[in-house]
């Protein structure tokens, strides 16, 4: 299979874990003898740097003429630490989901066995852990009119949601659900919000063409609380943009590293593959940051175009090295010497060798 990959590293980290990324889908290329073409293009501070723009033109043109999108990380602490910057870094990811029509987010979170004393939630509270969550992610408060009074006392941003919106992620949710463990959960503020109530009503509505799936809702305060007092409890998590964002940071934590969480942004005609994680300028240029959220988007890349095999193998490279520790400082206890890069190494020598005794 040939398809044309945009790579779009961004700040901070992006670039080195997208780098490890890019050498795995090559080593998976090569395995399975498919042709990866790899188009790379600014985005984030580095294209306002460069361009004045955090999204330009070119970028978002590539973008629209690929098959699919590696994306790194955005975000630079320059702009964190000054709220009044016109011009911000995360402009350029919240312009592409938009711009292409990326409206489910899915974020998969599992608890590895090997990695269970890494997390600071006990064990046998996160052992079996498997949650898909599915963020909408071109809608609600988001993307709402924002409005700065004149004085500059005052501030607000509009949450809404069309019915449209909340039915074309639902499907996406439910169908997930049939082939897992047939449950959804809705996080939502109906108690309070008119939008959450919208998000009830229809989402009850669609469920009825889904009997063989289930549906509870959940406060978000509460999902808050149950994700991580019984996580188990969770199949598929459906939520709405600002939700989502929140609870899919919270859920980073049974894992036992956010540097381990892909994601997958799809839309009708486009599909973007990025970690979670953001740019994590602390630790750019040190060749520490953890890859593997990065490589496991690239596995959902391979999904993306049902290329199965590939994507498993990525994943059993990827929980070998977990098993090995050949692991990053965020999780490594062991070795203090292992890299961004190494692991990247370990896992593309893995897909070349995967029968290698030395390391199986
Ligand atoms: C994420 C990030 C983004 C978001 C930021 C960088 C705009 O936190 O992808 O979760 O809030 O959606
Ligand atoms: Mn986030």
Same mark, same amino acid.
């Given at each position: ?106 974020r ?22 498997d949650?898909?969550?599915y ?37 996406l949710a ?7 463990k ?40 509460n999902?808050?609380?149950?994700? @991580?007092? =019984? #996580? ?9 943009? &600002? ?5 899919? $940071? !919270? /859920? ?35 060749? @520490?940051? =953890? #890859? ?9 890349? &391979? ?5 199965? $095999? !590939? /994507? ?35 896992i ?6 995967p ?6």
């Amino acid at each position: 299979m040939k398809i044309n990959i945009a790579v779009l590293p961004g700040d901070g980290i992006g670039p080195e874990v997208t780098n490890q990324a890019i050498k795995v889908l090559k080593a998976i290329a090569l395995e399975f003898d498919h042709t990866f073409l790899f188009k790379e293009a600014p985005v984030g501070a580095i294209a306002i740097d460069q361009q004045n723009n955090p999204l330009p033109d070119q970028t978002l043109d590539l973008c629209k003429s690929s098959d699919a999108i590696l994306f790194g990380a955005i975000g630079d602490p320059k702009y964190d630490n000054d709220p009044t910057a016109k011009v911000r870094p995360e402009q350029g990811l919240l312009k592409l989901r938009k711009e292409l029509g990326l409206y489910a987010n899915i974020r998969p979170v599992k608890a590895y066995d090997m990695l269970l004393e890494k997390s600071p939630l006990k064990r046998e509270i996160i052992e079996g852990t498997d949650i898909s969550i599915y963020r909408e992610l071109t809608g609600g408060i988001y993307f709402g009119k924002k409005h700065l009074s004149e004085d500059g006392n005052t501030a607000s941003d509009l949450c809404e949601y069309s019915k449209y919106e909340i039915e074309r992620i639902a499907h996406l949710a439910f169908k997930a659900a049939r082939n897992r463990k047939q449950k959804v959960t809705l996080v939502d503020k109906a108690n309070v919000l008119e939008t959450s109530r919208l998000w009830r009503k229809v989402v009850t509505n669609l469920a009825k063409g889904y009997p063989d799936v289930t549906l509870d809702f959940l406060f978000v305060d509460n999902a808050a609380m149950q994700m @991580i007092l =019984n #996580p188990n409890q969770f199949d598929v998590i459906l939520t709405e943009n &600002l939700f989502g964002d929140v609870i899919s $940071d !919270e /859920a980073s934590v049974i894992g036992g590293s956010i540097g381990l969480l892909a994601s997958a942004s799809v839309g009708n005609k486009h599909a973007m593959f990025e970690p979670i994680h953001g740019s994590y300028p602390q630790a750019t240029g040190k060749d @520490i940051a =953890n #890859p593997v959220a990065s490589i496991l988007s690239a596995a959902m890349l &391979l999904e993306h175009f049902d290329l199965h $095999d !590939e /994507a498993n193998l990525i994943k059993k490279g990827v929980e070998k090295s977990l098993k090995l520790e050949i692991t990053t400082p965020d999780l490594n206890t062991s070795y203090d010497n292992i890299t961004t890069s190494k692991v990247g190494d370990f896992i593309a020598d893995f897909i070349s060798n995967p029968n290698d005794s030395n390391i199986n």
